[in-house]
């Protein structure tokens, strides 16, 4: 029942991802986590993850999100 918050950047928080969701390599190089948007987990009590979802509008966030596969692709 505690609440627990993480303000971390983008490389870190990936990895966490990966490893709560027992992602492979591949799986998370294709994760983009959007920027500035609340990464919710739900866990059971044996602190293994029922769901994960973002805090905010679809849209919205799917833009962050593209802008963030965006990231370093030239111009």
């Known amino acids: 029942?505690?609440?627990v918050?993480?303000?971390a950047h983008g490389n870190s928080l990936r990895a966490?991802?990966?490893y709560?969701?027992?992602m492979?390599?591949?799986e998370i190089l294709?994760?983009?986590i959007p920027t500035g948007v609340?990464?919710?987990y739900e866990f059971d009590e044996n602190f293994k993850p029922l769901k994960?979802?973002?805090l905010g509008n679809a849209d919205e966030i799917a833009a962050k999100a593209a802008a963030v596969a965006n990231q370093g692709k030239a111009k």
Do not use: M
Request: glycine share 4%; charged share 35%.
């Open 5 to 7: 918050i993480i303000a």
């Open 52 to 54: 994960r979802y973002y």
């Open 30 to 32: 294709e994760l983009n």
């Open 1 to 3: 029942g505690e609440r």
């Open 24 to 26: 492979s390599e591949e």
């Open 16 to 18: 966490l991802v990966k």
């Open 20 to 22: 709560l969701d027992n």
């Open 38 to 40: 609340p990464l919710v």
